[in-house]
């Protein structure tokens, strides 16, 4: 596969970059070592292993926390989420990897979100979903930055919009710092909605 520029999302040289994405990191498993893996259109603000369990095989990112009432039953995004090297998080995702062959037209989070149970129920997988006003992206707008540690530029197509409105976020992040904690407490500064990724999408 030529991988010298962008694969556009859902093309067939994008699925196959996904998926080769997952069989490198089987590796990375099977080496002993654990990993997070995060997409690139993601701002960091706080450190997000506060509210990673060292229980769970896996912690991974929801688009949006509140759709259903159990945590895990809400959509998956394959856009951050950290792994332990352990022989369920290994059989996990090579269970995962050969879920392609039931699903051949699908991505590895569509894959995913599809097997999530059988991975429980079979492997004994231990599967923890993040919750959004933590670990948060566009798709589930956090409109403050008292308890957000990461926001994705999920539910938005075009490279162009994500960085404009990730730009915006990250300068409203800028004036929430230079607030004192109690300016903050009173919640000055609000979050500026990702209105060219809304669009995008038509929202």
């Not at 915006?168 to 004192?180: G, R």
Request: net charge positive; proline share 2%.
């Amino acid at each position: 596969m030529d991988m010298s520029n962008a694969k556009w999302f859902g093309t067939k040289e994008y699925l196959e970059l996904v998926w080769l994405k997952l069989s490198f990191q089987q590796r990375i498993l099977e080496l002993g070592y654990n990993f997070l893996y995060t997409d690139t259109d993601i701002l960091w603000f706080r450190n997000p292993f506060r509210h990673i369990s060292v229980y769970a095989d896996m912690s991974c990112s929801l688009d949006n926390s509140k759709a259903a009432s159990v945590l895990l039953d809400n959509e998956i995004n394959c856009g951050f989420y950290y792994m332990k090297s352990t022989s369920r998080s290994i059989n996990m995702i090579k269970k995962w990897v050969a879920g392609r062959a039931r699903f051949p037209d699908e991505n590895e989070q569509v894959v995913f979100s599809k097997i999530k149970h059988e991975l429980m129920s079979e492997l004994g997988a231990r599967i923890e979903a993040l919750e959004t006003e933590y670990v948060s992206g566009f798709c589930d707008f956090q409109k403050k930055f008292d308890k957000v540690c990461t926001v994705h530029a999920n539910c938005c197509m075009g490279l162009e919009n994500k960085v404009y409105d990730l730009k915006n976020i990250a300068a409203d992040w800028k004036k929430y710092m230079s607030l004192t904690p109690e300016e903050r407490k009173k919640g000055s500064v609000k979050v500026t909605a990702p209105g060219r990724c809304r669009k995008s999408m038509g929202w």
